[in-house]
């Protein structure tokens, strides 16, 4: 079946520009996961969703950093004012429930350049 | 919260040879210890996990080891072969919440 995609799979913007990235999770997975990548580093939890409510936000950066998800499916991270130090790889997971022992599926990532 | 230290960061091996990728984690409640492979240009993929009710789990040529008192644990790849060439992630949890992960392994596999 189909699994985690995320759009675009490439983005280049200018500084102080805004920014939607987008997750479409593997369909009947109500645990959705955002992490950002940074080269050489390990992934930086940023938020997660269980349905369309986010009990934990407290891993974004700053208040630039929005999510959203809607009809307990697509999610967009948007970053506002983009800075160059949010270049990174961004990834989403969903897995069929949240907590302990639910395997996590990744999507391919989108690659955030801020020149 | 969590915190997974992973080593090494880099490590080359000769096909055929073993390659063993250590971590440590600090949250003496974390109970599950998945790792994860990258590929280049891809996201991580769930490998192998272990939950702190058991000591060593194998899967093929590949095993995971757990020691819940000294709060470490390693994964061992046995027999390497080029495939195996990519980074792996060490990530301690017991929560609800998104996992710790370790910052990486690049492994290489020399021919």
């Known amino acids: 079946g189909a699994g985690v995609s995320q759009s675009p799979s490439n983005k280049v913007t200018e500084k102080g520009k805004d920014v939607e990235l987008r997750c479409d999770p593997i369909?009947?997975?109500?645990?959705l996961y955002w992490y950002r990548q940074s080269l050489g580093q390990g992934l930086e939890f940023l938020i997660y969703?269980?349905?369309?409510?986010?009990?934990?936000k407290s891993g974004l950066p700053s208040d630039r950093f929005s999510a959203e998800r809607t009809g307990g499916s697509v999610s967009t991270l948007t970053i506002q004012r983009t800075q160059q130090e949010d270049s990174a790889v961004y990834l989403c997971?969903?897995?069929f429930g949240a907590g302990v022992g639910y395997e996590q599926y990744f999507g391919p990532g989108t690659r955030l350049t801020v020149t | 919260g969590e915190n997974v230290e992973q080593h090494p960061s880099t490590l080359s091996v000769q096909e055929g040879d073993s390659a063993v990728i250590k971590c440590t984690y600090s949250?003496?409640?974390?109970?599950?210890f998945p790792w994860y492979k990258q590929e280049l240009g891809k996201g991580p993929q769930l490998i192998i996990d272990?939950?702190?009710?058991?000591g060593e789990k194998k899967d093929q040529r590949i095993a995971v080891t757990l020691n819940k008192t000294a709060k470490h644990f390693s994964l061992h790849i046995t027999e390497t072969q080029p495939e195996d060439s990519a980074v792996y992630f060490c990530?301690?949890?017991?929560?609800?919440?998104?996992?710790?992960f370790g910052k990486g392994t690049h492994l290489i596999i020399q021919p």
């Open positions: 990530v301690g949890g017991g929560g609800a919440d998104g996992l710790t």
């Open positions: 369909s009947g997975h109500t645990a």
């Open positions: 969703f269980q349905g369309n409510s986010a009990p934990d």
């Open positions: 949250d003496s409640a974390s109970n599950y």
């Open positions: 997971a969903s897995s």
């Open positions: 272990i939950r702190s009710n058991v």
